[in-house]
């Protein structure tokens, strides 16, 4: 249980680095860097438009034929790409604090 505590305020902190470098690339103007780092959710976000039935995406979105909606793809690509980042951070996180 410990570990689970531990490794969800990682992530925490992760997805709060996350948001924050997020900011701070728009605000610098470095939308390349941000297009890169949408390309890193890409796969995630088809595959998921793709295995998960479209009754689910209506629902969720409210949006007719969701998987096909570039809205809904470009979105789910975001939260892809802040997702893995949060976990590649909370991973390195745990390793850096948390050594046994």
């Known amino acids: 249980m410990r570990v689970v505590l531990q490794f969800s305020a990682c992530l925490a902190l992760g997805l709060v680095l996350g948001v924050l470098l997020l900011i701070g690339l728009m605000l610098a103007g470095r939308f ?3 297009e890169l780092w949408l390309l ?3 796969p995630l976000a088809q ?3 793709a295995l998960l ?11 007719a034929d969701a998987a096909q909606n570039s809205s809904v793809r470009s979105f789910l690509q975001l ?4 997702g893995q980042s949060a976990l590649l951070l909370a991973l390195g996180f745990l390793r850096l604090w948390y050594r046994a």
């Open 32 to 34: 390349e860097l941000i």
């Open 40 to 42: 890193t959710g890409k």
């Open 47 to 49: 595959l998921t438009l």
């Open 53 to 63: 039935p479209d009754a689910l995406w209506a629902e969720l979105t409210g949006v």
């Open 79 to 82: 939260c892809a790409a802040l």
